[in-house]
């Protein structure tokens, strides 16, 4: 109880704070609302709806009582628990929640019917997403309300975010945050800091990246600030689509007006917009689209977000040797770059067929791996060796590089040993993130109109890569 009020009146963040008394082993009501600054939830979860409680029900019963008795501003009782007659007694206190962390239940609309029909102040619906289209089964749901009902719709799990941050969207009473990571919470910090949750409206415009797996991503975090520093009421959410139907469905029912879109849907989406430009086409793939209406247009801004820190650099590209580590996704638009710029292009991959396809875009050739010292003017690596954690590795040997221009497209980590090794043999070197900043920006003037401004989305994106570092986490 001691470390339950410490925590409580630790929140700054929150307008209500729930206290689960099935999270402590001496559940103590009077101890838990004595001296509280903020208004509470009383809930007392037992194990059969995912809780901590392990006592009777009589006991739990007792407990939720005494919370009633003793002022708390809510108290939640499950739908499944029977203690519906709790609710008259108690007009405008009581919460009647049901969670169901397998998925969203069939019976959905049924059993919301019923918890409206309970008389209860607020009625919580709480269950797994799969699919980021359970999120648009939950905002269905949220129509069928009236006016003057107050209800919370959550989905849990990560593919769930959009339910907490555009809980407006919803017309939830709150949303819920927290540290409890597999349910899919985010603390309140972040929900305002990075979300701007208090600003979102009905009018706030929805962007996202659609991807999967996306949970290290720096996009958000860049944008979302870039969106605060232009003064756009906009917000970008991390969409982990399960297929790129799924993300078509969202996206209309949310009524998106644009994405970044990355591994696996560059090619899916792709072949879903009905507009694109020559780039796009040769590459065979997109990395950005803007919704406008019924239109779906595809861009991929990672040929100028490559080209930018060359250009800012003012190094000269055209009839120079390039030489493309890779022939995955990032490679087919490094060398339609460089070739755009009259750059010769030669591809080096494991796998040469690969290597073929990729030069054939640009009329390039095929060289071996690693390219000897000397046979290239600028070396882009455009493959995942010495990328975080195994930051000891290089896709080629030291032996093998030289004076010249060495670009490594891996951002985390910022230096990697490739740069490091090139730097010792005298050439100039540049880091992903000069990239991952340059096709962000480029993202964001075209769907707003407007240049973000200088340096925002950089220092957000090396924040957010030290925060991951810190944790320890792996970027993908
Ligand atoms: P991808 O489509 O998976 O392609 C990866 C390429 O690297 C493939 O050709 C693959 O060969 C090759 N490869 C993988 N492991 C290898 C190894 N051990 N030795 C030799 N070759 C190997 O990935 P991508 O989207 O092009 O991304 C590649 C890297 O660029 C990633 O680190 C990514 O984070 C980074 N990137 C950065 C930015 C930026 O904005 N800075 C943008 C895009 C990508 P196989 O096909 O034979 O497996």
């Known amino acids: 109880m001691a470390e339950l009020r410490r925590l409580r009146d630790r929140v700054v963040d929150a307008d209500i704070v729930e206290l689960r008394l099935d999270s402590v082993d001496d559940p103590d009501v009077g101890s838990a609302l004595a001296g509280r600054r903020q208004p509470v939830i009383v809930?007392?979860?037992?194990?059969?709806?995912?809780?901590?409680?392990?006592?009777?029900?009589?006991?739990?019963?007792?407990?939720?009582?005494?919370?009633?008795?003793?002022?708390?501003?809510?108290?939640?009782?499950?739908w499944r628990a029977g203690f519906a007659d709790l609710i008259p007694k108690h007009p405008g206190r009581i919460i009647v929640s049901t969670h169901d962390f397998d998925g969203v239940p069939d019976d959905l609309a049924d059993r919301a019917r019923e918890m409206r029909a309970s008389g209860a102040a607020v009625v919580k619906i709480a269950a797994k997403a799969r699919r980021l289209s359970d999120c648009v089964t939950l905002l269905d749901l949220s129509r069928t309300f009236g006016e003057d009902e107050r209800f919370v719709l959550i989905a849990m799990g990560e593919i769930g975010l959009p339910t907490r941050v555009l809980s407006q969207r919803f017309g939830s009473a709150w949303t819920y945050a927290g540290e409890v990571q597999d349910i899919g919470q985010v603390s309140a910090r972040k929900l305002l800091d990075q979300f701007?949750?208090?600003?979102?409206?009905?009018?706030?415009?929805?962007?996202?990246?659609?991807?999967?797996p996306i949970a290290h991503s720096l996009s958000p975090a860049m944008h979302n600030v870039a969106f605060t520093a232009a003064g756009i009421d906009a917000v970008y959410l991390p969409l982990p689509a399960a297929d790129a139907d799924d993300f078509v469905t969202?996206?209309?029912?949310?009524?998106?007006?644009?994405?970044?879109?990355?591994?696996?849907?560059?090619?899916?989406?792709?072949?879903?917009?009905?507009?694109?430009?020559?780039?796009?086409?040769t590459i065979g793939a997109l990395n950005t689209i803007k919704i406008d209406g019924d239109r779906w247009i595809g861009r991929n801004t990672d040929v100028a977000g490559f080209l930018q820190p060359l250009h800012d650099r003012g190094l000269p590209l055209s009839g120079r040797r390039a030489s493309i580590l890779g022939a995955?996704?990032?490679?087919?638009?490094?060398?339609?770059?460089?070739?755009?710029?009259?750059?010769?292009?030669?591809?080096?991959?494991?796998?040469?067929?690969?290597?073929?396809?990729?030069?054939?875009?640009?009329?390039?050739?095929?060289?071996?791996?690693?390219?000897?010292?000397?046979?290239?003017?600028?070396?882009?690596?455009?493959?995942?060796?010495?990328?975080?954690?195994?930051?000891?590795?290089?896709?080629v040997p030291s032996s093998a590089l030289a004076r010249g221009v060495v670009y490594d497209l891996i951002y985390n980590p910022a230096v990697t040993r490739m740069m490091r090794d090139a730097a010792m043999a005298g050439a100039d070197t540049i880091g992903g993130l000069d990239m991952l900043v340059g096709q962000a920006q480029e993202q964001f003037a075209w769907w707003t109109g407007v240049r973000?401004?200088?340096?925002?989305?950089?220092a957000a994106a090396i924040r957010r890569l030290s925060e991951f570092n810190a944790d320890e986490n792996h970027l993908v």
């Open 250 to 281: 969202f996206a209309r029912a949310f009524g998106m007006k644009g994405a970044s879109v990355t591994i696996p849907y560059k090619v899916d989406i792709f072949e879903r917009v009905q507009e694109t430009d020559a780039l796009v086409r």
């Open 196 to 212: 701007r949750f208090r600003s979102i409206g009905p009018a706030t415009d929805v962007y996202g990246l659609v991807g999967s």
């Open 328 to 395: 995955g996704g990032s490679a087919r638009a490094v060398a339609v770059a460089l070739a755009s710029e009259g750059a010769r292009v030669t591809v080096h991959a494991r796998d040469e067929k690969k290597a073929e396809a990729v030069a054939a875009l640009v009329s390039g050739s095929v060289g071996r791996l690693p390219p000897p010292a000397g046979s290239w003017d600028l070396l882009v690596n455009c493959t995942p060796v010495g990328m975080h954690p195994r930051m000891d590795q290089s896709p």
């Open 43 to 78: 809930t007392c979860r037992p194990t059969w709806e995912g809780g901590g409680f392990q006592g009777s029900e009589q006991a739990r019963r007792r407990i939720l009582e005494q919370a009633l008795e003793l002022g708390a501003d809510y108290v939640d009782i499950e």
């Open 452 to 458: 973000p401004p200088a340096g925002v989305m950089r």
